[in-house]
């Protein structure tokens, strides 16, 4: 053998050495993302909101693949130093361009550790309303009550107030009725307070209230409120109004159309 034949062994063996190296840390990275996401879903077993996992998701593997990028450049003998002095120059330049890009990135991480909202909670917050599926980086994704997909930018959601209907374990529902002018009140809150008291889900502590709520133009309102369950709220909200009309009917209590008076003076 030669002496340029062994140089060439040589490199082509330092090479395939290095490719080697290359290859390995490639499936490394990938046994790393598997068991991580092993962890995550054990992790939703106990407790962990199923919403974080697209974002932690993203976070975990898009770090792998800068750094598995920079060790296979460190391997094949590039100067990572300087490259990562350009990187970083160059991210300042694509920060600026991008500062919506990264201000959801920084928003999807807040909204990650403060959790104002939680998988599978339904939420209202400007425009937006629906109930929760995921947080990944650049966006929170939606399902809306008639079941429409929505994708709202995480900054959006960051930025304004957030009603969530879900978080509380109670919530107190209101419900009002118009009666007429000639029927009586007492007859019509007793009706009110029966419906609620055979009303299970009804919780008594905090007490239900009963009472006028204001004297229409064709009507007085009557109204009760009663605290629930969150979760038994849609449904009471529901039926009791028709089984509250249901008993009006029966006890001859009227729930008069909107109507005008007209005087003609002559």
């Known amino acids: 053998m030669n002496l340029h034949s062994l140089i060439d062994f040589v490199l082509d063996y330092y090479l395939l050495e290095r490719l080697g190296i290359i290859l390995a840390l490639l499936i490394l990275s990938q046994i790393i993302m598997a068991l991580f996401r092993r962890f995550l879903r ?8 199923s919403a974080a996992l ?22 094949l003998g590039v100067n990572t130093a300087g490259l990562i002095a350009m990187i970083g120059a160059a991210s300042l330049a694509i920060g600026l361009a991008l500062k919506d890009t990264l201000s959801n990135i920084a928003s999807g991480l807040l909204l990650l550790c403060l959790r104002p909202f939680r998988a599978s909670d339904y939420i209202e917050c400007g425009n937006i309303k629906g109930t929760i599926v995921g947080i990944s980086l650049f966006n929170t994704t939606l399902k809306t009550l008639d079941g429409l997909y929505v994708s709202a930018p995480n900054s959006g959601l960051w930025g304004a107030p957030i009603v969530n209907f879900s978080r509380n374990p109670m919530r107190r529902l209101e419900v009002g009725f118009g009666i007429s002018y000639s029927a009586s009140v007492e007859k019509a ?15 008594k502590d905090p007490e239900p209230q009963y009472f006028v709520a204001s004297l229409d133009d064709s009507s007085v309102g009557v109204t009760f409120r009663a605290w629930v369950n969150t979760k038994d709220y849609a449904d009471l909200s529901r039926e009791c109004k028709a089984v509250v009309k249901q008993k009006f009917d029966e006890a001859g209590i009227e729930i008069p159309f909107p109507q005008c008076v007209v005087h003609l003076n002559k």
Do not use: H, M
Not at 189 to 203: D, Q, S, W, Y
């Open 42 to 49: 054990r992790a939703e077993k106990r407790g962990l909101d």
């Open 54 to 75: 697209p974002l932690l998701t993203s976070l975990v593997k898009y770090s792998l693949y800068v750094l598995v990028l920079l060790l296979a450049l460190n391997v």
């Open 189 to 203: 809150t007793a009706i009110l307070k029966e419906v609620v008291e055979n009303e299970p889900r009804f919780l």
